[in-house]
C-alpha cells in the first residue's frame, strides 16, 4: 500500500469495542440473561480503556516518524472489488485520526466511567444497564472505524453506524413516546446530509474514474485530485444549466453531508431534540465526538476544498451564522441541556467558520479543546440533573453550589473555557478560529465573518455564566424537601469531571498554546503535529496583532460574563422586566424562531399526508396490494377455476391421459 | 477358463451398508418389540442406526470426493462409475436422507406412527439412489430408479390410518409405475437401435436420425421427467406430497429430486450427447415448469400444496441450465441442488416441528401470528421461504444466480427471463407464510410442543447452509461448494 508502514495492531483499535458490543448482544439476544453489574462495566470500560491504551501508543509509534511523512497503515482484506472501483477495509492513522482516536477513546473512556453512576438506576431495574453499554460499545467502533477509515466508503459505514447509535441511544428510555420521536427525527435528518456524501462520494468517483483512478481512498484521491481540479461541469437545464467547478460541486455535497451529521444550519433541528437520550450520550455523542465527525469530514478532504473557495465560503458563512443564530436562541433557553445543545451547535458553527477559512489546523483544536469541556459541561449538567432528581429545568434550580462541590468547581471550569477565559483550554484555539478569519482575506465577507464570530464569543460568555450563575447562585427555587435531599453525585462521575476539568482548565497550554502567548519553543506543538496532513492556507501572523485580537476577544467575553453577573446575581430582578420590554422578540428567540415549527408545517406535514393518503392508502394499499397482486390472484382464480378442476381433479386418469399426450408430443418432436 | 474378475467392494460400499443398515433397522425392529420396550427407546435404536449409517456414507463419499473416484466394482464390466461426480450426488443424498431421518423420530411419534420399517424403507430408497447417480449403464439406471421408488410408494401411504396417505401411495404407485413402463420402454427402444446399454456404447452408436433410438430417448426423458415433476409429468406431486406424512414428503421432495435430477445429467452427457433436440424439448419442460408450477401455487389454501407446486416450478428451475448442456450449466444444476435441499428440508423440518398430537401444520392459517409464540421457528421459516423465493443473502438467489448465467452464456436469454419473472411472481406465494406468522393475530395456538433436540439440529443445519451457501459459497477453504460443483462438473465430462 504505497510503500507506507504497515502497524497491524491499528484493527485492534476499534475492535476491542465492537468484541465488546457483540459479547453483550450475544448475552441479551441469545442467553437472554444480563451479565452481572460488574461484568458488564469491567467488559465495556476494559474495552474502551485499551483501545485507548492502544490509540496513545499507536500515537508514539507515529511520532517516531520524520514530521512530513507520519502515515501508518494496516489492510485487512479486499471488501469490494468490482471492475476499476475496489475499497479495502483499511485503516490509516496519520496526525489527523491519530487526535481523533485519543479523543474517541479517551473521552468515551471517562464517559463509560461517568455512565456508571449516571445509569445506576437501570442497573437495578432491568437488563437496560447492559443494552445502554452494548450500544455504547457499538458507537465508539463505529466512530473509530469512522475516523480510523482509509477510505470513502469505510468511512461512510463508520458513519452510518454512529448514527445509527445516536438514533439507538437517543430512544434509549423507548418507553416514553416522545423519546422515540426524537431518536427518529435525529436519524431522518441525517439521511439528507447522507445523501449528500453518497452524492459527493460518487461524483468524486466518476470523475476520477475518467482519469485513470478507481480508488476511493484517501491518499489516493489526494495524490489523483489535481487532475481534475480544475474540471468544469455544466449542470443540467433544471439546475440553472450554469458551468460549475467540479470540485465545488463535490465540495458543497460532502458538506451537505457534514452539517446533517454536525447540525448546521438548516439541519441543526435534531440536535436539541437529541438531548432526550441519558445525558451521558449527550456528552459522547453529541457534543464531543459524533458531531464532530462533519469537521473531521471537511479536513481530511482539506485538499479538496484548498481547491474549492466558492464551497469553502459557503461553508465558513454557514458556520458563522450556524454559531450566531445558535448562540442567540442559546440565550433564552431554560432547559439545562437544550442551553449546551445550542452552545454545541454554536461551537460546531465555530469549527466550520474555521475550516471554511481554510484554518483546517484550527478546526481541529478547537474540536479537540471542544470534546474536553463541552463533555466536561456535559457531564457537569449529568451530575446537577441526577442531584435534582432528573430535574433539567433552570428555573427550579438556583443556589446549588452548597450542596455540589466538585461539580460546581467543575462546571466553572468549564465555563471559563468555554467562554475564553485567557490561557485556559478555550481561549487558545477560539482566539486561533478569530486570527485565522481576520486573515483570511481570500474569503468574501470576511470582516463581517470576524464581526459575527467576535460578537458570539460574548454572546457565548453570556449565556454560559447565566447557565452557571442560574444553576449554583441566587435563591434556591426548590421546595425544601427537594433541598433536603440534594447531595453531590458518587465517584465515578466526579472522578471523570475532574479529569476532565484539568484537560479543560490545562489542556491549551500543555498541548498547543500559541507562542505569542507562551514563549516555548516547542510552542504550537497541536498545530505543527496536524499540519502537514491539512492543505491549510497560510499567513504571515505578527506576534502584536495576535495580542491585539486576543486582548479584544477577552475584553468581549468578559462583558458577556459581567452582564450575565449583573442580570443573574446582583440585580435578579430585571431579567423579567427586560423579557417583558422585549415581549414578541424575546418569544421568537425563546421559541427557537420557530424553525421546528415551520419544517413541521412546510415539509414533515405535507410529506406524511402524501405518505399516508397517496402512497400507502391510494398506491400501496389499493393499487399494488388490492389490483395488482391480489387481482392477479383473483384473476388466476377465476381464470383457472375450470382449469383448477381438470388442474387438479385428483383423478388418476386424467394425470395419466396427460402424461401420455406429453410423452407422445415429445416423441413426436425428437423422432420425426 | 474363465478368468476371475477382480472386484472392487469400495465401489458398492455405500450401498452395501445402507442395505446392511436397514436390515440391522429391521432386525432391531423385531426384538425391540417382543420385549415391549417402549418406543422411546426403540426409536432412538433406529434413528441412531439409520443416521450412523448414513453419516458413514456421508463420509465415504467425502471421502471419494477428496480422493477423486473410485474404480469401478467390475471394472471388465463397468456398471457403476464412482467419480466425483457421483460422490458429490452420494454426499447430498445421504446428506439428506440422515436430516429427513433425524426428523421423522419425533413426527412419527406425534403421529402414533413409529415402526422401524420407516427408516429401513427410508434406507433402502436411500440405497437406490446412491446406485442411480452413480449407474453408467442402463440396467444399472433401472435398478437404481426402482429401488428408490419402491420403498417411496409404501412410505407416502406409512400412516395407513389415513385414506388420504393410502390414496397418496396408490396415486404415486400407479403413476410411477405409467412412468417407470415407458421408461422402460424407452431403454428397450434404446437397445434395439443400438444394441448397447452402456452409456459410453449407446453415444458411440446412437444416431440422431433414427426414429426407433429417439423415440427411446423420448420416453426415458419422460421416465425422468416424471421423477422430478416437470410439467406435464407433475399431476401426481400435488397430491401425493399433501397426502403423504410430512416427513415422506420431506425426504423424498429433496432427495428423488436430486437423485433424478444428476442421473438425467449423466445420461444427457455421457450417453445422449449427440441428441441435439433434447435441448428443445429441455427448455420447453423448463418452461411449462415455472410458468404452471408458479401460478398454480398462488392459489393453493395449503401449505404443502403449495410446496408441491413450488417443486414443480423449481424443476423449472433446475431445467434451464440441464438443457443448456454446457459444464456451466451442470455446475450450476448440482449448485442449485444443494441449495434446494436445504432450503426446501428447512421449510418442512419447521411444519414438522410444529405437528402436534396428530395434527399437522399444514394450512396457512396455522401459521398465523406464530412469530409471538416461537420466534425462533418463525424466523427460521422466514429464512427458507426468503431463499426459496431466491432474495439475496441467501442460498437462493446465488443459486439461481448461477443459473441464470448460465443460461445467459449458452444463450438462453429468454429462459433466463422468464426464471427471472416467474421467480418474482413466486415471492408472492413464499411470503405468504411470513405475512401469516408476523402480521396476522394469532389464533388459539395448538402448537406448544417444544423443540426436540434432533429437530433443532436439522433446522439449525439448513439455516446454516442457506445462509453459509447465500453469502460465502466459495469463500470458505473448507467448504468452496461452487469449486465443488465445477469439480464435478468436470468429472462428468472427462468420461
Known sequence: MNGANEYDLLHWIPALPLAAAVIHGLCLGLWRQPLPRIATIALSCGATGLAFVLSFFALLALTELPAGSRVLQEGLFTWIGAGPFSAEVAFLLDPLSAVMILIVSGVGFLIHVYSIGYMDADAREDKGFQRFFAYLNLFTFSMLVLVLADNLLLMFLGWEGVGLCSYLLIGFWYSDEWNAYCGSKAFIVNRIGDFGFLVGMFLLFWALQDVGSGSVAFLELQTAFPLIADQMVQLPGWLGGAQWKLATLIGLCFFLGAAGKSAQLPLYVWLPDAMAGPTPVSALIHAATMVTAGVYLICRMSFLYAAAPGASAVIAWVGALTALFAAVVAIAQTDIKKVLAYSTVSQLGYMFLAAGCGAYGAAIWHLTTHAWFKALLFLAAGSVILAVHHEQDIDKMGGLHRFLVWTRLTFLAGVLAIAGAPYFSGFFSKDEILLSVHLADHVPGHAALYWIALFTAGLTAFYMFRLYFRIFFGESRMTRDQQGSIQESPRTVTIPLIVLAILAVAGGVVFGPSEAFIPIEDANSFGNFVAPVLATVHHEVERSLEWQLAAVATLVAFLGAALAYGLYVVRPAYPAKIRRLLGGVFRLVEGRFWIDELYDRILVQPLVKLSDRVLYRGLDARLLDDMVIGGTARGIRAAAADMLKFAQSGLVQGYLFLMLVGTLAIIGYLAF | ?495
Not at chain 2, 420399517?117 to 442411480?132: K, N, R
Not at chain 2, 448397447?196 to 458411440?204: R, Y
Not at chain 2, 397426502?243 to 452427457?269: D, E
Not at chain 2, 428447512?346 to 405437528?355: C, D, N, R
Request: contains cysteine.
Open chain 2, 1 to 495: 477358463m474363465i478368468p476371475v474378475p477382480t472386484l472392487h467392494i469400495v465401489a458398492i460400499l455405500p450401498v452395501l451398508l445402507l442395505a446392511v443398515g436397514a436390515f440391522a433397522v429391521l432386525l432391531a425392529e423385531l426384538f425391540l418389540s417382543s420385549r415391549g420396550t417402549g418406543k422411546s427407546g426403540a426409536g432412538s435404536v433406529f434413528v441412531g442406526v439409520s443416521g450412523a449409517t448414513l453419516l458413514v456414507v456421508v463420509v465415504i463419499a467425502a471421502q471419494g470426493f477428496i480422493s477423486a473416484g473410485a474404480p469401478a466394482f467390475n471394472p471388465d464390466h463397468p456398471m457403476l462409475h464412482l467419480d466425483r461426480f457421483s460422490y458429490f450426488a452420494i454426499g447430498l443424498v445421504a446428506g439428506a436422507a440422515l436430516l429427513s431421518c433425524l426428523l421423522a423420530n419425533g413426527y412419527l411419534q406425534e403421529l402414533r406412527i413409529h415402526h422401524g420399517e420407516f427408516y429401513a424403507l427410508l434406507l433402502l430408497s436411500t440405497a437406490g439412489m446412491v446406485l442411480l447417480v452413480s449407474a453408467v449403464d442402463f440396467l444399472s439406471v433401472f435398478l437404481g430408479i426402482e429401488l428408490m421408488s419402491i420403498p417411496l410408494y409404501v412410505l407416502a401411504g406409512f400412516d395407513r390410518g389415513k385414506p388420504r396417505s393410502n390414496e397418496s401411495a396408490l396415486k404415486y404407485f400407479i403413476a410411477g409405475s405409467f412412468a417407470t413402463a415407458l421408461l422402460l420402454y424407452g431403454m428397450a427402444l434404446v437397445y434395439g437401435a443400438t444394441g448397447a446399454t452402456h452409456f459410453a456404447a449407446i453415444a458411440a452408436r446412437l444416431d440422431p436420425d433414427d426414429s426407433m433410438a429417439m423415440a427411446g430417448v423420448a420416453l426415458i426423458l419422460v421416465g425422468f421427467a416424471f421423477k422430478v415433476s416437470s410439467v406435464p409429468f407433475h399431476q401426481w406431486t400435488p397430491d401425493v406430497y399433501e397426502g403423504a406424512p410430512t416427513a415422506v414428503t420431506a425426504f423424498m421432495s429433496v432427495t428423488v429430486k436430486v437423485a433424478a435430477f444428476v442421473a438425467l445429467l449423466r445420461i444427457l452427457a455421457q450417453a445422449f450427447g449427440s441428441a441435439e433436440a433434447l435441448g428443445t424439448v429441455l427448455a420447453l419442460l423448463a418452461a411449462l415448469s415455472m410458468l404452471i408450477g408458479n401460478l398454480m401455487a398462488i392459489i393453493q389454501d395449503n401449505v404443502k400444496r403449495m410446496l408441491a407446486w413450488s417443486a414443480i416450478a423449481q424443476a423449472g428451475y433446475l431445467l434451464v441450465p440441464l438443457s443448456t448442456g454446457t459444464p456451466e450449466g451442470q455446475a450450476a444444476v448440482l449448485f442449485y441442488l444443494a441449495v434446494y435441499v436445504f432450503g426446501n428440508l428447512g421449510a418442512f423440518a419447521v411444519m414438522i416441528a410444529l405437528t402436534h398430537r396428530g395434527q399437522e401444520a399444514d394450512r396457512f392459517e396455522d401459521f398465523d401470528g406464530l412469530a409471538k409464540f416461537r420466534p425462533g421457528l418463525a424466523a427460521a421459516m422466514v429464512l427458507f421461504m426468503v431463499s426459496l423465493a431466491g432474495i439475496p443473502g441467501t442460498a437462493g438467489f446465488m443459486g439461481k444466480l448461477q443459473i441464470f448465467f448460465a443460461a445467459i452464456r449458452a444463450d438462453q436469454l429468454p429462459l433466463a427471463i422468464l426464471m427471472a419473472l416467474t421467480s418474482v411472481v413466486s415471492v408472492y406465494y413464499y411470503l405468504r407464510l411470513p405475512i401469516a406468522m408476523y402480521m396476522r393475530p394469532a389464533r388459539e395456538h395448538p402448537h406448544r410442543k417444544e423443540l426436540d433436540f434432533l429437530e433443532f439440529t436439522v433446522l439449525a443445519t439448513c439455516a446454516i447452509f442457506v445462509l453459509v451457501l447465500g453469502l460465502l459459497p466459495n469463500t470458505l477453504d473448507w467448504l468452496p461448494v461452487i469449486d465443488w460443483t465445477h469439480q464435478s462438473a468436470a468429472a462428468l465430462a472427462s468420461k
